[in-house]
């Protein structure tokens, strides 16, 4: 911190923490700084996807964002979605069918599925195109990522119309 620091708290993977930065440090910026490492730098642009993080349930690229901005909202970074010995139906799904190449887009991928799967109930493929759209494969593994993500949309739309 050199500048101008100021404080920002917010809620991060759902704990309440206060972070120094400066008022031109981008979100991504912070998180990786700050331990967070799982949301990539890729494009600067918000073109990508490879940043994405969740905030208030809505994916968001995080390296558009200055990290001022995340002051009192909710976090979520690829890191809060599974772990390596639980890892989460869609990123089971993505090793059982070979959708993981490089891995570089993965996080961005799976945090965007996520926003869909908890903000939507039914998963048409308009909306998962919405939902996805934005986080590019650089390894052109889109086939195999949609297939996974198809698996784990069709079972939970099977789910909720069996209740």
């Given amino acids: 911190m050199k500048k101008n620091p100021h404080t920002v708290t917010f809620t991060i993977n759902g704990e309440l923490k206060t972070f ?16 967070y490492q799982g949301a ?7 073109t990508c996807g490879s940043c994405t993080v969740l905030m208030d349930g809505r994916a968001v690229y995080s390296c558009l964002l200055y990290a001022m901005q995340a002051e009192g909202r909710e976090i979520r ?10 890892p989460s139906e869609f990123q ?17 991928m799976i945090m965007s599925a996520t926003a869909l799967m908890e903000n939507e109930t039914t998963f048409d493929d308009e909306t998962v195109r919405e939902y996805m759209d ?30």
């Fill in 20 to 35: 120094l930065t400066e008022p031109d440090e981008k979100l991504l910026a912070l998180l990786r700084r700050e331990g």
């Fill in 40 to 46: 990539k730098y890729g494009c600067g642009q918000g």
């Fill in 77 to 86: 970074t690829i890191e809060s979605i599974g772990t390596h010995d639980q």
């Fill in 92 to 108: 089971q799904e993505l090793i059982a069918g070979g959708a993981v190449q490089c891995g570089y887009c993965i996080p961005g």
């Fill in 134 to 163: 934005g986080n590019l494969c650089r390894c052109t593994g889109y086939e195999k990522i949609w297939t996974a993500l198809r698996r784990v949309l069709d079972r939970q739309e099977a789910a909720g119309k069996k209740k």
